[in-house]
C-alpha cells in the first residue's frame, strides 16, 4: 500500500499527539459555524437537517428528462441537477453542424425558452432548488428558468438554485468555453449584478474543482486551483464596482470526493479555512456569510470502473460517506452504471437511496464534525492546507488564475498528475478493484440505457417551427440590442432576457455574443 497520500503527502502508519504539538485549537479550528469556518459553515450542521440530496440527471429531450426530475422527487430527492448536452453547454443549437450526433446524449438539450418550459413541466420553481452545470451559457440558462418562472406566476426573487457559471475550470480541464477569459469574467460579473437585483437568492457561481479532480488533479490541486479561480472571481466583481460582502454571500463551491476517505474529509477542512483567511484578511469580508466556504459535492465518476459495475456501489457509498463527514451542503451521488452509459432509472434511484441511508440509518448526523481533533485528519489538514498555499502562491506569481491559464500552467500540473496516476494504474502499483485486480472472465452482460437515436431530429424539426412561429424581426432587434452591449459596459443580461422573451434560441445569443467577443484559442500547456 502507498505510503503517500493522493495528494503525495507523507501518510504516517500512526498518528499521534505529537503530530499536533503545534495544532491550537482556538485558531485552527473554532468553534462549527463561526471563523475559520473548519468545523462547518454551521453551528448544527446535520443535527438540525441533513444536506440537500441533489441527484444531477438529464438527457435526451427536454420531455423525457422532466419525467426523469419527476420520478427523483417522487423518490424523495431534495434538489434538482440539471445535466445539459454538449451543443447546449457550446452554445449551439441542435440544427448547427457542429450538434450533429451530439444532440441529447450526455444532457438534456435545450434550445430555446420552449424547451426549457417542457423541462420543468409540473414542477413547482418556488418550491424545489434547482442547480444547472451550465457556464459560458450560463446567463442563457438562468434567464430562460427565470422565464419559465414568471411565465408560471413565480417572480425571480421566489426562485432558489445555482448555476455553475465557472468559465476558468473550463479553460483548465474541461474545455466547453466559448469566449475568451476576460469577456467571460465580464459576463459573470453581470450575472453578479443582475441576480443581486432581479434573482437575490440564486447562487451566481459554483467554483469548481470536481471537474480538475475529474481530468487528474491530486486534492491538493482541486482546492488550490479552485480557490485561485475563486479569488480571480472576486476581484473582477470587486473591479466592476461591487462591494464584496453584496456578492460574496452568494458565492458556492463544487468539489469530488473519491474513495481515498481520510484525505478527502481533510481536504474539505482545509479549503473552508483558507477561504475564510482569504476573503476576511485579502479582501476585507465583513459579513461572516461572505467568508463561508458554501459546497455541493459528487462522487468521483473517474473511479468508476465498466467492469463489474455493481462494486461501483461500493465505491460510491465510500465516497459520499466522505462527502458527509467532511461537511458537504448538498451531495449528488453517481449512479453505479455511469461508467457504462447514462443512468438507467433503478441504477438513479440506488444512488438516492445511498444517501438516504447515510442520513437516517447511521448515527454521521447526530452530531457535528465527527473528526474534530482526530490526529491523522487535523494533521492531513494542516498538511493540505501548506500544500494548497504553495500551489496558490505560484499561480499568483504568474499574474494570477487567468494569465496562469493563458500560460498552460494548471492545464500542465493536472495532466503531469493524470499521467501518473495511469502508469500506476497500469503498472499495478494502484489497485483498481476489478480493472487491474481481482477481476473476473465472462462477466454478466449489462443493458444501459440508450438514448433514442431521433432525439436529435426532434429537436430540429421544434427548431424549424419555433422560427416559423416567432416574430423574427423582434428576435433580430432584441439580439442587435445585445450586441450593443457587449461592445459597451451596459449589463448584457437584460438585453439578452429580452431576446430569450421573443424566442431567441441559445445558439443565436451565443453567436450574437460570438461576432463580439470571438472565441477563446487555448495555449499549449505549461
Known amino acids: 500500500m502507498s505510503s503517500s497520500t493522493e495528494s503525495g503527502l507523507p501518510f504516517k502508519p500512526v498518528y499521534d499527539a505529537a503530530d499536533l504539538a503545534d495544532f491550537d485549537p482556538s485558531v485552527e479550528l473554532g468553534e462549527p459555524g463561526q471563523f475559520p469556518f473548519t468545523r462547518g459553515v454551521y453551528p448544527t450542521m446535520y443535527t438540525g437537517r441533513p444536506w440537500t440530496m441533489r441527484q444531477y440527471a438529464g438527457f435526451g429531450n427536454a420531455a423525457e428528462s422532466n419525467e426523469r426530475y419527476k420520478q427523483l422527487i417522487a423518490a424523495g430527492t431534495t434538489g434538482l441537477s440539471v445535466a445539459f448536452d454538449l451543443p447546449t453547454q457550446m452554445g449551439y443549437d441542435s440544427d448547427h453542424k457542429l450538434a450533429h450526433g451530439e444532440v441529447g446524449k450526455v444532457g438534456v438539450a435545450i434550445d430555446s425558452v420552449d424547451d ?20 459560458a451559457p450560463a446567463a442563457t440558462l438562468l434567464l430562460m428558468y427565470q422565464l419559465v418562472g414568471e411565465k408560471n406566476g413565480i417572480p425571480g426573487s421566489a426562485l432558489t438554485g445555482t448555476i455553475q457559471n465557472d468559465v476558468l475550470k473550463e479553460y483548465i480541464a474541461r474545455g466547453t468555453y466559448i469566449y475568451p477569459p476576460a469577456q467571460s469574467l465580464r459576463l459573470i460579473t453581470d450575472i453578479f449584478k443582475y441576480c443581486k437585483a432581479e434573482v437575490p437568492r440564486w447562487n451566481t457561481i459554483s467554483i469548481s474543482g470536481y471537474h480538475m479532480a475529474e481530468a487528474g488533479a491530486t486534492p491538493a490541486q482541486e482546492i488550490a486551483f479552485t ?4 479569488i480571480e472571481y472576486v476581484q473582477a466583481a470587486i473591479d466592476s464596482g461591487q462591494d464584496v460582502d453584496e456578492f460574496a454571500p452568494r458565492l458556492a463551491f463544487f468539489f469530488v470526493s473519491r474513495t481515498s476517505f481520510l484525505e478527502e474529509v481533510a481536504k474539505f477542512r482545509a479549503a473552508r479555512r483558507i477561504w475564510a483567511r482569504v476573503m476576511k484578511e ?36 465510500v465516497q459520499g460517506l466522505a462527502a458527509v463527514m467532511g461537511g458537504t451542503q448538498s451531495l449528488h451521488t453517481n449512479s453505479f452504471d455511469e461508467a457504462i452509459a447514462l443512468p438507467t432509472e433503478k441504477a438513479a434511484r440506488l444512488a438516492l437511496r445511498t444517501q438516504q441511508v ?7 448526523t447526530k452530531t457535528v464534525d465527527p473528526f474534530a481533533g482526530s490526529y491523522v485528519v487535523e494533521s492531513l489538514t494542516d498538511e493540505l492546507e501548506v500544500a494548497a498555499l504553495d500551489l496558490m502562491t505560484r499561480v499568483e506569481d504568474l499574474g ?13 500540473e493536472i495532466e503531469r498528475s493524470a499521467y501518473a496516476i495511469a502508469n500506476e494504474i497500469d503498472s499495478g502499483e494502484r489497485i483498481f478493484v476489478g480493472v487491474n485486480k481481482f477481476t473476473i472472465e465472462d462477466e454478466e452482460k449489462y443493458e444501459p440505457l440508450r438514448v433514442d437515436p431521433t432525439i436529435e431530429e426532434q429537436q430540429v424539426e421544434r427548431l424549424a417551427v419555433l422560427r416559423a412561429d416567432r416574430d423574427n424581426g423582434e428576435v433580430s432587434r432584441a439580439l442587435g440590442e ?10 448584457c443580461l437584460y438585453p439578452m432576457k429580452a431576446a430569450l422573451a421573443a424566442r431567441a434560441t441559445g445558439g443565436e445569443v451565443a453567436d450574437a455574443l460570438r461576432e463580439v467577443w470571438g ?7 505549461f
Do not use: C
Not at 447515510?358 to 454521521?364: C, F, G, I
Not at 445585445?482 to 449589463?491: D, F, P, T, V
Open 116 to 135: 426549457m418550459q417542457v423541462l420543468f413541466d409540473g414542477i413547482p420553481l418556488d418550491k424545489v432548488s434547482t442547480s444547472m452545470t451550465i457556464n
Open 227 to 230: 480557490l485561485a479561480d475563486g
Open 358 to 364: 447515510l442520513a437516517y440509518e447511521t448515527d454521521v
Open 482 to 491: 445585445l450586441r450593443k452591449a457587449a461592445e459597451g459596459s451596459e449589463n
Open 282 to 317: 485579502r479582501f476585507g469580508a465583513k459579513n461572516p456569510k461572505s467568508m463561508m466556504l458554501r459546497f455541493h459535492t459528487q462522487t468521483a465518476g473517474v473511479q468508476l470502473a465498466a467492469q463489474q459495475p455493481e462494486v461501483n456501489l461500493v465505491r460510491v457509498a
Open 400 to 412: 494570477g488564475s487567468v494569465a496562469a491559464i493563458e500560460q498552460g500552467f494548471q492545464k500542465g
Open 519 to 525: 472565441q477563446y484559442d487555448p495555449p499549449d500547456a
